[in-house]
């Protein structure tokens, strides 16, 4: 075996070495577009008429503020549950929480963020999963260890990813090429043992790379790669070795020969320490960059940030799933053509291929009134049809003033019992 392969062995993870990551979903249900410009291209569409174009503007915006509506009371508990464990509160007054409740606030938190992570679109990676990311080893700047000795639990959910090439190094000579992914988002979810507060962690990361995973675990341990502790380790035995030969090699030894060997050797002492404190420095420099760039939001950010995207997920896909339904009226589409027709329209007209969640998007419009209840079509197989729409915008305002009524009710009886 010659030296530059027995190298490439030793120095560069190969990739017989790397993790397959196979369980791995590529297929992506998030819809990455921005609902003004979904609503765009409906208003262009030629199967419109001028009062249709303006009744699915009216749509949209009701669907819009009902989403908002149903999802704002979903907030205000998640909001009241985090209350006791939130770090980032300026808040300065906090009652006394017995455990009881500090338990119970707990339990409704972790099951809510759950919720919204689905709506979201997000998949959780088991242990075993995360076991085999972070326990792999990359050629990279940065070697990290993990420690999860002070968390009681550690999860990670992750969606959309991106395959890209990779290169490594050794010896600043050696390089291969190496497959790589990039997690589009991470969003972790952890819990501290009870002798550290049983504090909660909440966090959201973009543009992760497989291998700098750990970045995101929220106790490492920074360790120097192995390229620079051979940097290190082989200036200071030089430094050494060359300072022992010139002993060895001294005809006779005298006083006056020792000062410049030991200055010799206190000259590669220092550039070996330096090397090290540089060596660390790039390490630091780059764990913070990654963390300062690739984090988007934590705590109570970060569960704000997930009800937004999830409410504004409900709205594109029921507002989808109703105009194809519309447009497609004159045809009896099951779920599964239902389905295809909305993936190749999102296909055709922003070119991505989406996993559109079809009986998710049938589930809203039959919740919100706005289709039929499903008939069978000859084959035996249900077909949904949709309300016109001057019938969808009566629906929709009827269920806003059954949701106000309701309101008004609440507050009349909160103000007769404050009366009391």
């Known amino acids: 075996m010659s030296i530059s392969s027995t190298l490439k062995k030793l120095l560069i993870v190969n990739k017989e070495n790397l993790p397959k990551l196979e369980w791995l979903s590529a297929g992506e249900h998030f819809i990455p577009i921005y609902f003004t410009d979904i609503l765009d291209r409906v208003l262009k569409d030629e199967r419109l008429n001028e009062a249709e174009r303006t009744h699915f503007q009216l749509l949209a915006q009701m669907l819009e503020e009902h989403y908002h509506l149903d999802y704002q009371e979903n907030f205000r508990q998640l909001k009241k549950a985090f209350a006791p464990f939130d770090p980032d509160t300026e808040v300065r007054y906090f009652p006394e929480y017995s455990e009881e409740y500090r338990e119970a606030c707990r339990t409704e938190l972790l099951h809510g963020v759950e919720r919204f992570l689905n709506i979201c679109n997000f998949r959780e990676m088991t242990e075993e999963q995360t076991a085999e990311i972070l326990e792999a080893r990359y050629p990279g700047i940065l070697s990290i260890k993990v420690d999860m000795q002070k968390l009681e639990f550690f999860r990670i959910f992750y969606r959309g990813i991106r395959h890209e090439e990779k290169t490594g190094k050794a010896l600043w000579l050696l390089k291969e090429n190496y497959p790589s992914l990039k997690f589009k988002r991470i969003f972790i979810l952890a819990r501290y043992k009870k002798e550290h ?27 120097l790669p192995i390229i620079d502790q051979i940097k290190v380790g082989a200036s200071f035995s030089g430094a050494l070795g060359t300072t022992i030969m010139k002993i060895l090699l001294a005809a006779s030894f005298k006083l006056a020969l020792l000062i410049p060997m030991l200055l010799t050797f206190a000259l590669g002492f220092v550039r070996s320490i330096c090397g090290f404190f ?34 504004t997920q409900e709205v594109k896909e029921a507002f989808l799933a109703y105009f194809m339904l519309y447009v497609c009226r004159k045809e009896n589409l099951t779920m599964q053509k239902l389905d295809s027709r909305i993936e190749a329209w999102l296909n055709e007209n922003f070119g991505f291929h989406i996993d559109f969640e079809v009986e998710d998007a049938l589930q809203k419009l039959l919740d919100k009134g706005l289709a039929l209840k499903p008939a069978c079509g000859e084959t035996g197989e249900p077909y949904f049809k949709v309300y016109d729409l001057p019938s969808a915008l009566r629906r929709l305002d009827a269920l806003w003033d059954e949701h106000h009524q309701e309101n008004r009710a609440g507050e009349t009886q909160t103000d007769r019992l404050a009366d009391a």
């Open 197 to 223: 507060e049983s504090r909660i962690l909440v966090k959201v990361f973009r543009d992760v790379d497989v291998e700098n995973l750990k970045v995101v675990v929220p106790e490492v341990r920074l360790c």
């Open 278 to 311: 540089n060596s660390r420095m790039k390490c630091l420099k780059t764990y913070s960059e990654s963390l300062y760039h690739q984090s988007l939001a934590g705590n109570m950010g970060a569960v704000n940030l997930l009800v937004e995207q999830a409410e």
